[in-house]
């Protein structure tokens, strides 16, 4: 490895707490870009209603069809066909199959119907249509949602915003985009950059996401720590209700307290209020000088307190703080090609990887410098390493970014997303470790700086007795501490039952008030996000 060893290494006692000093690297760091892959799942699709009554995607997932949506004819078909042409109108088996299939594979629908709308008339023809029909629809971005929104349970038509890929305008003084909402985010991250700005958000999934679904997810990802949320972000936004009303809220203004701020009830109901069809977003300036470290920990204590190190100390130059356990880099290590652990093989538990991003090279590498050798000779941090290049930098990232690509190579994967108060956040993922003694790989990993914990539980295949050791106990557990059983990944399927370990029965009830109002005859995304008694 081309390290160039610090001249303050020598001054530390200790040979092994040293760093590896670096220049900054000049770009935002390459990551790598994930497309979607669909992995062949246990079950065939022919099985699919099988599928639902499996349990392996959450505990007592009993959902039977509901009788009251009809099924689709070639009446349909030849209607969407008279309004989408027909390259808008999918039938075709093997892209149907890919679209049925989520991410991981392990959520699979039967849709026999994939359309692709051009512009917001189009989708309000084809929701008007489906209402008055009532034929379920489920609204499809890049589909690389973890919690089985993005695709059918049964039959329900699939509405993919794909074909909505336009930037609309770029307001260069003010740093707002406006664009169709099937734009990809790295796409979206390369045009701003030309401009001098970037996204506000990032996420291990951008060479395949769409801006929408990250809107009606409420994407969370890299930068949260630093920009924030989308519900901050998002500067305005058009939708598609269920009836085909178009919804312009599209402003583009910072301040604008006239009424109640709709836009917000779309950004994370995950398409079960209406479908996002353009979107304006804020998106702050490029910083010149980027630089990234990977460290090593010996305990979770020490991690918390250089996280709050961190923000004391690095504070408006903070720009990620990810972190990640030993078992996580054990499986990188092990399915992912070409990445190399940056540390010496140790009794090292726990990685954590800081970057920077700021306006002045020099100042930047300084106080970074200085925090990392205090933090050294504090004893929080064991070894580290800082990127001398873009390739260094890309490499801590895709050990980072790679943990759900190498998690589902494993073959099945429970994957819970918690919010959890930093002090206790791993305490569940011990506990998890021993509850299931050795029948399943725990992994502890996530969005530290934002107490934001993924619990990946890996098995070779699914299997109800490890299920039943996970859950009710992490739902009952995190709501015990008053966490959040979804910080950013959503509800979809996997946890439209389990709201109310979040949420009090009232908030639920009046939800439930807002989806009816919205979408009286239910047709978007069904059996997601709410549980199906308060519908
Ligand atoms: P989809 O998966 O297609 O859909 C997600 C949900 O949104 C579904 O319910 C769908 O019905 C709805 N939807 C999609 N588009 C629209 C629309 N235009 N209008 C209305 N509803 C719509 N998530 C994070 O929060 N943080 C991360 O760091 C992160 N990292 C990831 C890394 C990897 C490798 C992967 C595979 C996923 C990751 N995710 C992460 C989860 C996922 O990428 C995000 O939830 C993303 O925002 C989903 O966008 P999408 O376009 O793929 O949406
Ligand atoms: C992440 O932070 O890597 C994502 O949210 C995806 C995941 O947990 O699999
Ligand atoms: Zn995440």
Redesign the pocket.
């Given at each position: 490895m081309p390290h160039t060893q610090h001249e303050f290494a020598n001054r530390t006692a200790n040979s092994c707490r040293r760093f590896h000093w670096i220049p900054s690297v000049q770009h935002s760091p390459c990551r790598p870009r994930?497309n979607v892959e669909t992995y062949e799942g246990q079950y065939s699709a022919n099985k699919a209603s099988e599928v639902q009554k499996r349990t392996f995607g959450s505990a007592a997932t009993q959902i039977q069809r509901n009788p009251a949506y009809s099924e689709l004819t070639s009446d349909d078909v030849s209607y969407f066909k008279s309004i989408l042409g027909d390259n808008g109108v999918i039938q075709d088996e093997d892209r149907i199959t890919v679209a049925n299939v989520d991410?991981m594979g392990k959520y699979r629908g039967a849709s026999q119907l994939l359309l692709l709308p051009k512009s917001s008339v189009e989708v309000s023809k084809i929701l008007s249509y489906c209402n008055t029909r009532r034929l379920a629809v489920?609204?499809?971005?890049?589909?690389?949602?973890?919690v089985g929104?993005?695709v059918p349970v049964y039959d329900e038509v699939i509405v993919s915003?794909a074909g909505m890929n336009k930037i609309i305008s770029f307001d260069n003084v003010n740093g707002i985009l406006t664009c169709e909402?099937g734009c990809v985010l790295e796409n979206l991250s390369t045009f701003v950059e030309n401009e001098g700005c970037i996204m506000p958000l990032d996420?291990?999934?951008k060479g395949?996401?769409?801006i929408?679904?990250?809107i009606?997810?409420n994407?969370?990802?890299?930068r949260f720590i630093r920009y924030g949320s989308l519900h901050g972000n998002v500067l305005g936004l058009e939708a598609v209700l269920a009836d085909g009303t178009i919804l312009d809220m599209l402003t583009t203004l910072r301040k604008d307290n006239t009424g109640y701020d709709l836009k917000h009830l779309f950004i994370g109901s995950?398409?079960s209020l209406?479908?996002?069809t353009k979107i304006s977003v804020l998106t702050p300036a490029k910083l010149p000088s980027t630089n990234v470290a990977f460290l090593s920990c010996n305990d979770y204590t020490s991690c918390q307190k250089l996280l709050l190190a961190a923000r004391r100390n690095l504070g408006e130059i903070l720009s990620a703080f990810e972190f990640m356990d030993n078992n996580c880099i054990d499986l990188a290590m092990r399915h992912l090609e070409g990445v190399q652990n940056p540390l010496p093989a140790s009794q090292t538990k726990f990685y954590v990887l800081i970057e920077t991003t700021g306006s002045d090279e020099s100042y930047d590498k300084t106080k970074l410098e200085a925090f990392l050798l205090r933090s050294m000779e504090d004893g929080l941090v064991t070894d580290g390493v800082i990127a001398q290049d873009i390739s260094q930098a890309s490499n801590f990232w895709r050990i980072r970014e790679g943990i759900?690509?190498a998690s589902v190579k494993v073959g099945a994967v429970h994957k819970y997303d918690l919010s959890i108060p930093v002090e206790k956040l791993y305490d569940i993922v011990e506990e998890m470790r021993s509850r299931l003694g050795g029948k399943a790989e725990v992994l502890g990993y996530g969005h530290l700086g934002d107490g934001n914990l993924h619990l990946n539980i890996l098995s070779s295949k699914y299997d109800n007795n490890i299920l039943a050791q996970i859950e009710p106990f992490v739902y009952e557990w995190t709501s015990a501490q008053r966490g959040s059983i979804s910080a950013?990944?959503?509800l979809?399927l996997m946890k439209a039952e389990k709201i109310h370990f979040s949420k009090s029965p009232e908030a639920v009830q009046l939800m439930g008030s807002i989806k009816k109002l919205l979408d009286p005859n239910l047709i978007l995304?069904p059996y997601?996000v709410l549980p199906q008694s308060v519908l």
């Open positions: 994930i991410w489920v609204p499809q971005g890049g589909n690389t949602g973890l929104g993005s915003l909402a996420l291990g999934a395949s996401c769409h929408g679904g990250n009606s997810t994407a969370g990802g890299l995950e398409g209406g479908v996002v759900s690509e950013e990944h959503g979809g995304n997601k």
